[in-house]
T-cell receptor, first 108, second 112 residues
């Protein structure tokens, strides 16, 4: 069964305290692994696409990596404005499978 | 930057009413999707479309319908709203050359 699992469900960090979010996936024929940021009451905002194991992408304080079974979103020296829910999705064919997200709170 | 719009943003409606949630995109994307999202839960696919006059059912399609008469427009209709339909509804699109989905701001529906 195709599925995506994210951990932890919630994460509280002090400002400047780096950490990683995990996304484990089991899908047949992975076409892409996606990370999104979602603020309360809004639609998900696209962050990264990863296509193959070993690939890495960076944007400001965020870096996404991919292995054959999981993806990590590394947050370096987070700021309060990084507080949001981070969603992971895996694409198989034309279908997208989403995790339940990690709710990140960065405390000043 | 993606230009995808949803209206209304918020809707409170009584049980049994027929409602249509609107979704439009100005990017000429072929593929469009409707998802339902509840707090702390994953996005559930309701319907999707690969182009004009092409629609497919997702996991939660049984109580709703969609149409795709124009590329830019993908409305979702609930024939008879029920309290169990209370949720956030998200529309997304993907361009022919891309794979990433771009989402609209969502419609928060409350059925009383």
């Amino acid at each position: 069964e195709d599925q995506v699992t994210q951990s932890p469900e919630a994460l509280r960090l002090q400002e400047g305290e780096s950490s990683s979010l995990n996304c484990s996936y089991t899908v047949s024929g992975l076409r892409g692994l996606f990370w999104y940021r979602q603020d309360p009451g809004k639609g998900p905002e696209f962050l990264f696409t990863l296509y193959s194991a070993g690939e890495e992408k960076e944007k400001e304080r965020l870096k996404a990596t991919l292995t054959k079974k999981e993806s990590f979103l590394h947050i370096t020296a987070p700021k309060p404005e990084d507080s949001a829910t981070y969603l992971c999705a895996a694409q198989s064919g034309n279908q997208f499978y989403f995790g339940t997200g990690t709710s990140l709170t960065v405390i000043p | 930057e993606a230009d995808i719009y949803q209206t209304p943003r918020y809707l409170v409606i009584g049980t049994g009413k027929k409602i249509t949630l609107e979704c439009s995109q100005t990017m000429g994307h072929d593929k469009m999707y409707w998802y339902q999202q509840d707090p702390g839960m994953e996005l559930h696919l309701i319907h999707y479309s690969y182009g004009v006059n092409s629609t497919e059912k997702g996991d939660l399609s049984s109580e709703s319908t969609v149409s795709r008469i124009r590329t830019e427009h993908f409305p979702l209709t609930l024939e008879s709203a029920r309290p169990s339909h209370t949720s956030q509804y998200l529309c997304a699109s993907v361009g022919a050359a891309g794979v990433e989905q771009y989402f609209g701001p969502g419609t928060r529906l409350t059925v009383t």
